[in-house]
Nanobody, 116 residues
Framework: QVQLVESGGGLVQAGGSLRLSCAAS????????MAWYRQAPGKQRELVAG???????NYADSVRGRFTISRDNAKNTVYLQMNSLKPEDTAVYYC??????????WGQGTQVTVSS
């Protein structure tokens, strides 16, 4: 059973930065595709950024150029570096894993709040 534990959320002023971390256990992490999603109040969950096992990345248009997703297979961890944060980035951020057998897993979420 894969477990995903997020950390790094918090309250930051607009223009500031945060780095989210997601520690994974219970799978061969290097084989997994990973991603970050977010869900704001009253809105649907949306993809923020993804990184494949082969290190290919993709980003939502709203965060491209401001956010960077990366992974450290030695630490079984995926990161989301968020710069130039905006109030509209306020949401619960979820770590997502799609393993080699196409099973999907979610973390419990971490709150990011950006004040104006």
């Amino acid at each position: 059973q894969v477990q995903l534990v997020e950390s790094g959320g918090g309250l930051v002023q607009a223009g500031g930065s945060l780095r989210l971390s997601c520690a994974a256990s219970g799978s061969i992490f290097s084989n997994d595709d990973m991603a970050w999603y977010r869900q704001a109040p009253g809105k649907q969950r949306e993809l923020v950024a993804g990184i494949t096992s082969g290190y290919m990345t993709n980003y939502a248009d709203s965060v491209r150029g401001r956010f960077t997703i990366s992974r450290d297979n030695a630490k079984n961890t995926v990161y989301l570096q968020m710069n130039s944060l905006k109030p509209e980035d306020t949401a619960v951020y979820y770590c997502f894993c799609n393993d080699l057998l196409s099973r999907v897993y979610w973390g419990q979420g971490t709150q990011v709040t950006v004040s104006s």
